[in-house]
């Protein structure tokens, strides 16, 4: 069984820790907001009246503020050597406590963020569509100051149109609209990411492509990454591919008849979905060493004195296009209310990756448990 399993796992996004009045929602919304690179606001949020408060980091991001307390939300995901996850400024706080309060963490210096630690990511996978970007991957989260057994989303709606991080930008280089011009940055007003029980995933969508809003959707937060990013990444493994764009997320055809599935209302029970998306096809995978993606790693330490990290071992490399292809994409994804995770998960755990040495097989397994839980318990 591929270790691609434990992506299809479900993450669901909690918000009740937060204080939201279903009153209030705002007049200008992040999403509508074009910030072009150069004209970037020192806060772009500017609603002063929202119950939730407001925006707690600042989007103009330096030399000064490239430290491990950055409180930078302006994000990128450029390259897989260079990206960026939203994750909690304290250290071991869950998502639904911080969401909107996220910060930037990148792997690469210039971007006036905090660096993730070594070892924090431990495979990924970053997929170039005409009209998207989408990463995920396998991660060490507390790496990342991220706590608890549930994730949860980030994304540029938000309950109340600020987003979450309240006030998070996004942009990147790599939209194939920008035809490989480096140095040109574009903001994505969709986007979302999800983190949580040791995996992520995140797309962002270019405004000038297809169905930005529904490629990008935000409204299926209790579906996690099976369902918004559908992926073939493993443990282990770090490749940047092709792919063709996904169906809108919530959309699926079944004998030919196409269908919206519409999430129900936080308070109601999730149920069963009644579909299992197929990750989009990818092609001219190429294969990465971890030691060549996280080189500005080095001398960072974790947050909070907690797991110090200091392994540095490559990643596996295997020939260049033949990865993504060759990934059983099977899914043990839905399971349904097992708590025990069913045994179905021996992940693959072929070459050693920047990860805890030894450490791969029992976090994927209680990966695995964990998000059965998830979607068993979580009716929220
Ligand atoms: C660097 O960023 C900080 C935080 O946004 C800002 O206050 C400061 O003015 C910036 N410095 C420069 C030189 O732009
Ligand atoms: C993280 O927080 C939880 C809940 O407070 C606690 O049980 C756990 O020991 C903490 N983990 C670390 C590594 O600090
Ligand atoms: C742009 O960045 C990509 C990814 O890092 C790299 O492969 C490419 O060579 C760069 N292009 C130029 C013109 O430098």
Redesign the pocket.
């Known amino acids: 069984m591929s270790g691609s399993t434990l992506l299809t796992v479900s993450l669901l996004a909690l918000s009740a820790a937060n204080v939201v009045r279903g009153d209030y929602f705002s007049t200008d919304p992040l999403v509508d907001k074009v910030v072009p690179y150069d004209a970037i606001p ?1 806060r772009v949020m500017t609603d002063t009246d929202d119950p939730r408060g407001f925006q707690s980091g ?1 989007n ?3 030399s ?2 490239e430290t491990q307390e950055s409180l930078c939300q302006t994000m990128f995901v450029n390259h897989i050597d260079d990206f960026c996850l939203w994750a909690p400024a304290p250290p071991n706080t869950t998502i639904s406590d911080a969401e909107g309060d996220v910060v930037a963490w990148c792997n690469k210096k210039g971007h ?1 963020t905090r660096i993730m630690p070594n070892g924090a990511i431990t495979g990924m996978q970053f997929v170039q569509t005409p009209s998207y970007i989408q990463i995920s991957g396998t991660l060490n989260q507390l790496l990342l100051n991220v706590g608890g057994t549930y994730g949860g989303e980030l994304d540029s709606g938000g309950q109340d149109g600020e987003g979450n991080p309240m006030g998070g930008l996004v942009y990147t280089n790599a939209f194939k609209s920008n035809n490989g011009n480096n140095a040109s940055f574009q903001q994505a007003q969709h986007w979302s990411f999800f983190i949580g029980d040791n995996q992520f995933c995140g797309k962002i969508c270019d405004q000038t492509g297809s169905n930005p809003q529904g490629l990008c959707n935000n409204i299926y937060d209790r579906l996690g990454c099976e369902y918004n990013a559908p992926n073939t990444a493993t443990e282990g493994v770090f490749e940047v591919c092709e792919g063709d764009d996904m169906t809108p997320v919530g959309t699926y055809v079944v004998n030919g008849v196409t269908s919206v599935y519409t999430q129900p209302a936080e308070t109601a029970d999730l149920g069963s979905i009644p579909y299992t998306p197929t990750p989009a096809p990818t092609s001219n995978c190429v294969t990465y060493a971890s030691a060549a993606i996280f080189t500005d790693a080095a001398g960072i330490t974790a947050a909070g004195g907690s797991a110090s990290v200091t392994a540095s071992g490559a990643a596996a490399t295997t020939p260049a296009g033949t990865a993504a292809t060759n990934k059983a994409t099977t899914g043990t994804a839905k399971a349904t209310g097992s708590t025990t995770g069913s045994g179905s998960a021996a992940p693959q755990t072929t070459g050693s990756s920047g990860a805890l040495p030894g450490a791969g097989v029992s976090v994927s397994l209680a990966v695995v448990a964990m998000g059965a839980a998830v979607v068993g318990v979580l009716g929220m």
Request: with cysteine.
């Open positions: 020192y600042y103009i991001c330096n000064t503020t006036g």
